[in-house]
């Protein structure tokens, strides 16, 4: 950024930056074409909440709708409901399809799910390219829920976890265990701007940090076979590293074992450098899932990148240049597919497909 531009933002950011204080130097960046973006939040259509800028100099712009949703591994036929603010919200709190459909891989035979914090559906989307099939899911924004009917299934309605009558209406869409023809996974992750190292607030006292009850308490009556429990890296440190364990003893109390895994979707296949916390649980004495095994080398921030991870440019150089301000949606690519994860965003390919395909470059290089 020019130093004749003037705000006093900027000039606080500066002394931040060169006094080595905090990560906040990379606000108002531009992407890096050549390697994955950071974290897609909530505010990437902002300039001053993030490295958002578009990567190409001719394009003077954060990202539109559509780039933040291929960073995050939706389809582009995948069709977002509400205003504005509340597409940037569905994007930037969604766990990436891609990751989702490796988790779920992970986990053995296809079943059924209920999805709780439902959002856009990102990580139920990822289970049902796995062959998994949705029987109930809920979310507190209608918004949400409008968008997942359209794209996942059209199961979920609007519900707030903290009242009775939703988790029975949770309970009653699910077979009981001793009926079931396939196996039963409880999907979900209470809001994490309670646990997120980027919100200002991190307490227990956050009323949003106490919808895990809700969760377990779901879980002690819906007794499925299996159980994913999404959430961000901030839930390791909350309350000086005991608010986690808490969380633990209690999804152990209602009889199930659990195993956390730590995941970073860049690992996966998504260009996007994203941490996340994988609380995975069966009932007690059953075996635990092992963690999909990542195909691609953590990414350091500050070194070359000579790992087989799927970058920026990757993602996003097929489509269609823009002004501030326009989505591009309606608009045709600019060209043919010009790599393996376009093709697939695209729908020229499955998951399958597409993971075998990158497996399959990552063994001819290492050759």
């Known amino acids: 950024m020019p130093e004749f531009v003037p705000s006093r933002r900027l000039a606080q950011i500066r002394r931040s930056a060169a006094a080595g204080e905090g990560?906040?130097?990379?606000?108002?960046?531009?992407?890096?074409?050549?390697?994955?973006?950071?974290?897609?939040?909530?505010?990437?259509?902002?300039?001053?909440?993030?490295?958002?800028?578009?990567?190409?100099?001719?394009?003077?712009?954060?990202?539109?709708?559509?780039?933040?949703?291929?960073?995050?591994?939706?389809?582009?036929?995948?069709?977002?409901?509400?205003?504005?603010?509340?597409?940037?919200?569905?994007?930037?709190?969604?766990?990436p399809p891609l990751l989702g459909f490796q988790i779920a891989a992970a986990l053995g035979r296809p079943g059924d799910m209920v999805d709780v914090f439902a959002g856009a559906g990102g990580l139920s989307l990822g289970f049902k390219w796995q062959g998994w099939r949705s029987l109930a899911a809920t979310d507190i924004d209608r918004h949400f829920v409008?968008?997942?009917n359209r794209n996942v299934s059209p199961v979920a309605f609007v519900g707030d976890m903290r009242a009775n009558d939703v988790l029975d209406r949770l309970v009653s869409a699910a077979p009981v265990s001793t009926a079931r023809a396939r196996p039963l996974a409880l999907l979900g992750g209470p809001p994490c701007q309670g646990f997120s190292t980027g919100g200002n607030r991190r307490s227990e006292l956050d009323e949003r940090n106490g919808l895990h009850l809700r969760y377990t308490a779901l879980l002690a009556r819906l007794r499925p076979d299996l159980f994913i429990f999404e959430n961000v890296l901030g839930l390791l440190s909350m309350s000086k590293g005991t608010f986690l364990p808490h969380i633990l003893a209690g999804l152990e109390l209602v009889g199930y074992d659990v195993e956390v895994w730590r995941v970073n979707a860049a690992e996966f296949g998504?260009?996007?450098?994203?941490?996340?916390?994988?609380?995975?649980?069966?009932?007690?004495?059953?075996?635990?899932?092992?963690?999909?095994?990542?195909?691609?080398?953590?990414?350091?921030?500050?070194?070359?990148?000579?790992?087989?991870?799927?970058?920026?440019?990757?993602?996003?150089?097929?489509?269609?240049?823009?002004?501030?301000?326009?989505?591009?949606?309606?608009?045709?690519?600019?060209?043919?597919?010009?790599?393996?994860?376009?093709?697939?965003?695209?729908?020229?390919?499955?998951?399958?497909?597409?993971?075998?395909?990158?497996?399959n470059a990552i063994s001819r290089a290492a050759a």
């Not at 259509?45 to 995050?72: I, M, W």
């Not at 389809?75 to 919200?89: E, K, L």
């Not at 070194?303 to 440019?313: E, G, K, Q």
């Not at 326009?326 to 690519?333: A, I, K, M, N």
Request: net charge positive.
């Open 146 to 148: 409008d968008t997942f």
């Open 270 to 359: 998504v260009p996007q450098r994203r941490q996340r916390l994988i609380l995975v649980g069966v009932p007690s004495g059953r075996a635990i899932p092992k963690c999909p095994q990542a195909w691609a080398s953590p990414v350091p921030a500050d070194l070359p990148l000579t790992i087989p991870t799927v970058t920026v440019a990757e993602a996003l150089d097929d489509l269609p240049m823009i002004a501030a301000g326009q989505d591009g949606s309606g608009l045709d690519y600019r060209c043919r597919p010009t790599s393996n994860y376009q093709a697939l965003l695209r729908g020229d390919i499955g998951a399958p497909e597409y993971l075998a395909n990158a497996r």
């Open 23 to 95: 990560s906040r130097s990379t606000y108002y960046a531009r992407l890096r074409p050549d390697r994955p973006a950071y974290t897609v939040g909530t505010y990437y259509n902002r300039p001053g909440n993030g490295c958002f800028l578009h990567y190409d100099v001719a394009q003077k712009r954060t990202l539109s709708h559509r780039e933040a949703a291929r960073l995050q591994s939706f389809p582009d036929a995948f069709a977002f409901s509400g205003p504005q603010r509340a597409i940037c919200q569905q994007i930037g709190n969604a766990v």
